[in-house]
C-alpha cells in the first residue's frame, strides 16, 4: 500500500511517528500550515514557521523516506489577531517556492468578518498563483459554515476542481459533492470521522474526489489512521487498487494541479530513495 497523506502537522510529531509511518507505505505528505497552540504575537513567528515548513521539515521527512510538501497560508483562527493579519502581505513570497502545493488552511473558525476577509484574500492569491486551496471547515456550526465557504469559493473565481474543503462528515459532505471541489475527510481517534463510518462513505458515495488524511498534530491524533482505512477498505470488498486510487492517486492528481509535487525520488512501488540527499535546500544542520 503507498500511501499519500495530504494533511497532517509533522512539525508536532516525532521520528517514531516518520519511521512507523514509512513502515506503514507513506511516502509523501502535504503539511498545512495552521496554528502553534500557543498564540503567535508577530508576524516574524510566521515567517520562521514557515521557513521551517519549505525546508527543516523537509529535509526531516526526507531522512525518512517520505516526500514533503506544504501549504501556506494565515490560518483562520489567527485571521481574529489583528497582530497576525499583516502576515498576508508576506505571502506571495512562499507561495512563488517549490513544494508549496497550495494555499492553506484557510476558512472559517468562528465565522467572524475578520475570517472571512482573510479568508477572501487568500482565495484571490490562489487565483493569482494558480495553485489549489485546501480550506478548514469549523467544529462548530459545520452546516453554515461550509455553505458559507462555498458561497465565497463561488465568488472568488478559483475552479471548484482547485479546492478542497475539509473536515467533512456525514451532513457537509452532500453539498461540497454537489458544488464541484475536492472533498476531504480527517480519520481521528475518537471524534468526528472514523475509518469505519469513511468507507460507509465511499460505499456509498465512490471514489472520486475524495481525500482521507489523519490531520495529525498535537492533540490526540493517529498519523497511521490512513493506513487504517486503507485497511477497512479492503476488510469492506475495495480493491487493492481502490486503495491505491483513495490513498495516493487522488492526492497527486489533487496537489498535482500545483505543477510542484516532489515525487521524482518515490519509486513505483512506494519506496523512497536516497535521492533528497543531493537537493540543495536539504542541506540542512546535520550537514
Ligand atoms: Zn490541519
Known sequence: MRIFDPHIHMTSRTTTDYEQMHAAGVRALVEPAFWLGQPRTNVGSFLDYFDSLVGW???????????????????PKEANDPRCTEVLDWLPRYLAKDGVVA???????????????AFA??????VEFELPAMVHTPHRDKEAGTRRTLELVEASGL?????VVDHLNEVTVEQVADSGCWMGFSIYPDTKMDEH?????????????VLVNSAADWGRSDPLKTAKTGAAMLEAGFTDDDVDRVLWRNPVEF?????????????????????????????????
Open 57 to 75: 521539515e523537509r529535509f526531516r521527512a526526507a531522512q525518512f523516506g517520505i516526500a514533503h510538501h506544504c501549504t501556506i497560508a494565515l490560518n
Open 159 to 163: 475552479a471548484p476542481g482547485m479546492v
Open 103 to 117: 494555499v492553506g488552511e484557510v476558512g472559517f473558525d468562528s465565522m467572524t468578518d475578520a475570517e472571512e476577509k
Open 121 to 126: 484574500r487568500q482565495l484571490e492569491l490562489a
Open 197 to 209: 463510518r469513511m468507507v460507509a462513505i465511499l460505499q456509498e458515495r465512490g471514489l472520486e474526489r
Open 255 to 287: 496537489f498535482g494541479q500545483s505543477g510542484r509535487l516532489l515525487l521524482e525520488s518515490v519509486d513505483s512501488d512506494g519506496d523512497a530513495g536516497a535521492t533528497f540527499e543531493g537537493n540543495s535546500i536539504l542541506r540542512g544542520p546535520r550537514a
